[in-house]
């Protein structure tokens, strides 16, 4: 069950869409809205009727209603996909089934009611949108358990990720092989001026990652900050700032190698702070990121610049000035750990006083894992964060910092 044959969607499909090589129970296949996730699903499934042999399948949808309106009747459906009208499936829906002219049977299920699974067997199963289902974990389950005819049963699974437990659960499965298509990748198939629209409101956003990349944005357990928590508060424009700084955290070294050079502006307005931009760097020489922190300040409008002093000392300030920084350059040095610096403004975070302005998808990254069990590198651009936060909103007593 691992060659498509000579179906002519061999050559209309993605290499996303096309089932992968190896041997798996489970195929993941990710995508965003209109990636052509339905198609692949209506696809694999012919085959496996008409061309695999395979019998007995389970189609599985949140609802009874999806699956017939998508799945089966939907503009990439199983009936729809299937041009020959004599060899067209015919949908039975009191017997909630669809059979193929060869005999083969697939029923159909609703994740609204697990149970329904209990009793009947399969070969193969596919499963769309299982990040909306009702009752995700329990409905995966008593599919395993019916999933047990033939050589090698297995089951494809078409979904817009989110980080629900069965998501979770399958994506770190040893016997899941996962494929992923963004929405962009199927814009032959849609309205050019859907592309445009979603890219102009969501692009760079969490939700467009989601929604539109295909992409599982989840919050590792432990990390300081998270991604619904800044999404909640975001701003498109922040209002009149009465304060704006521009932090760096320098690399110790230069080159292809060295870590990020942390660079973020920062205002405040009463009892808020706004992120405003990441100019944020790496395997720059230290002009360069210096020249990168002057057009930030001039950018931004910033009365200073807060530079951590760890790496370079007095140095840094040379740099900077020699760039032609024009504005104060304020030297500080940490004592703390990192994580110790941060907690005090994820807890500003926490209380919804830190806002960011519009998209700053990286240092967002960085931010949600960091903390977080089997984090690694420098959180450089958290640091460069921190530090203009620190400096707009927190007491120097309270993040342990000595000012030069």
Known sequence: MRAIGHMPWVIEARPAQLMPEGDWRTWLFSGGRGAGKTRAGAEWVRWAALFAGHSRIALVGPTLLDVREVMIEGESGLVRIETDRMRRPVFQPSRRR????????????????????????????????????????????????????????????????????????????????????????????????FIAAMRAAYGGTALGRQELDGVLLDDPEGALFVRGQIDSVRVV????????????DPPATSGAGADACGIVAAGRAGQAAY???????????????AGRVVALVRVSGAREVIAEANQGGEMVRQVLETAGCPVPVRLVQARLSKRARALPV???????RVHHVGQLAELEDEMCRFGAEGFSGSPDRLDALVWAVWALMLDVRAVGVRQL
């Open 275 to 289: 992120v405003l931009g990441d100019a944020s760097a790496r395997g720059l020489k230290p002009l360069d990121w």
């Open 346 to 352: 994820a807890t500003l975070y926490d209380q919804g």
């Open 98 to 193: 669809l059979v193929f002219h060869n005999g083969a049977v697939a029923q159909i299920f609703s994740a609204e009611d697990p149970d329904s699974l209990r009793g009947p067997q399969f070969e193969a199963a596919w499963c769309d949108e299982a990040a909306a289902w009702t009752y995700g974990d329990r409905t995966w389950d008593m599919l395993q358990m019916g999933l047990r005819l033939g050589a090698n049963p297995v089951a494809l699974v078409t979904t817009t990720p989110r980080p629900t437990p069965l998501i979770r659960r399958l994506v770190r499965a040893p016997d899941t092989v996962g494929t992923l298509s963004r929405t962009e990748d199927n814009a032959g198939n849609l309205a050019p001026s």
């Open 237 to 248: 424009l922040a209002p009149p700032l009465e304060d704006v700084v521009v932090a760096v």
